[in-house]
């Protein structure tokens, strides 16, 4: 028979996201400054000791208090000791390339999902000491005060951000369209290194829209709780409800989602 699971205080499933992630930040610090060992996956997108390390300390600490929970990480994948409807979804080290290369712009990002849907989630930034938080239907905080999606109405007076996957020179399906298109529309693009901090900027209301196409759970799960509940909107190209699961994001102050949504499905000459 299946161990039943009393709901723990969202406020108490926070509080262990937030220790470990800036537990873990500190340990991505201290790598960064006394050196790091790197290795290939491909030949852009690479893997540090300091991304492991800091994927088995987030571990570690949230299973020192929930013992029974699951956990997907981006290196380790799924880990699952038993039944639970919680799950732990893990990116130790969200902007690697940024940090191998020593551009101090990389997170430490940490969402929960519980009975299949996002619930919280935590995002630190060790080298500015930022901490972006939510709880569903409670708001989203920077450094414990509310932040709230922008107030930009139009395309045309919008600063968006965007990322490139790793498999770029092998797939068509790159962005690059879509970027050129984005380009001759919106005031102004940037491309960050860090899906995770995007999500957290639309949120404060720094950028007012993301898109990327070839994510990974661990990418959107903690930011997509944030941008939810900042107020911002988060579909897929085709306008339904996001899934951290599909590939395809795109999050918005909400005022101008319908012209991306426009742009993105609009066909290449």
């Given at each position: 028979m299946p161990i039943p699971h009393e709901p723990i205080s969202r406020d108490t499933l926070l509080e262990a996201a937030v220790a470990a992630s800036q537990e873990a930040g500190a340990l991505l610090v201290k790598y960064a400054g006394a050196g790091f060992h790197i290795e290939y996956k491909n030949p852009i997108n690479l893997v540090t000791d300091a991304d492991r390390a800091a994927e088995q300390c987030v571990i570690e600490r949230i299973r020192a208090h929930f013992p029974t929970h699951r956990f997907l990480a981006e290196e380790q994948g799924r880990i699952e000791k038993a039944q639970s409807?919680?799950?732990?979804?893990?990116?130790?080290?969200?902007g690697t390339t940024n940090f191998a290369h020593g551009y101090p712009t990389y997170y430490v990002s940490i969402g929960l999902e519980y009975e299949g849907h996002c619930?919280?989630?935590a995002v630190f930034d060790p080298t500015r000491n930022d901490l972006f938080t939510a709880i569903e239907h409670r708001g989203a905080?920077?450094?414990?005060?509310?932040?709230?999606?922008?107030?930009?109405?139009?395309?045309g007076g919008s600063l968006l951000v965007t990322g490139f996957a790793y498999d770029i020179r092998e797939t068509p399906r790159n962005n690059l369209d879509h970027f050129s298109h984005f380009a001759l529309r919106a005031q102004g693009l940037r491309r960050t290194g860090s899906a995770a901090l995007d999500l957290c900027y639309v949120a404060a209301g720094r950028f007012d829209g993301f898109w990327e196409v070839r994510l990974?759970?661990?990418d959107m799960a903690a930011g997509s709780v944030i941008v939810r509940e900042a107020g911002g909107r988060?579909?897929?190209?085709?306008?339904?409800?996001?899934s951290i699961y599909g590939q395809e994001l795109?999050?918005?102050n909400g005022q101008i989602h319908d012209a991306m949504l426009a742009v993105l499905n609009q066909e290449s000459p």
């Open positions: 409807p919680y799950l732990w979804i893990i990116d130790p080290l969200d619930v919280l989630g905080q920077l450094n414990g005060r509310p932040i709230h999606v922008s107030n930009t109405m139009t395309l990974n759970p661990w988060l579909t897929d190209f085709s306008g339904k409800d996001l795109v999050a918005s």
